[in-house]
């Protein structure tokens, strides 16, 4: 199966330990060096229908998915999961 990065948006990401939504896919960490992903990004619940700033981003590593499927991203997240402040900013080598 053949995947654009712009179609990931669209997947929910469930994890598989609990069974809970974490939510819609927004954006991912790349390694610049090797191309390859290490992480992908789900915006954190914004309050008052996302007027104000919410909970923290997950940063889902890459090795905890399990499975993209045609609707939806399966994830096995272990406890302590890294959380980022919105609007956070990767740092890029100099």
Not at 15 to 24: A, E, F, I, P, S
Request: glycine fraction near 12%; charged fraction near 30%; aromatic fraction near 8%.
């Amino acid at each position: 199966m053949k995947c654009m990065f712009s179609d990931l948006r669209y997947k929910e990401v469930i994890n598989v330990c609990d069974g809970q939504r974490m939510g819609y896919f927004c954006d991912a960490e790349i390694e610049m060096e090797s191309g390859r992903i290490t992480a992908f990004i789900l915006p954190g619940q914004r309050r008052m229908g996302g007027l104000l700033p919410g909970e923290a981003d997950w940063v889902l590593p890459w090795s905890g998915i399990v499975r993209i499927g045609a609707d939806i991203i399966l994830a096995d997240l272990k406890p302590g999961c890294r959380r980022e402040p919105r609007g956070h900013k990767l740092p890029f080598p100099e």
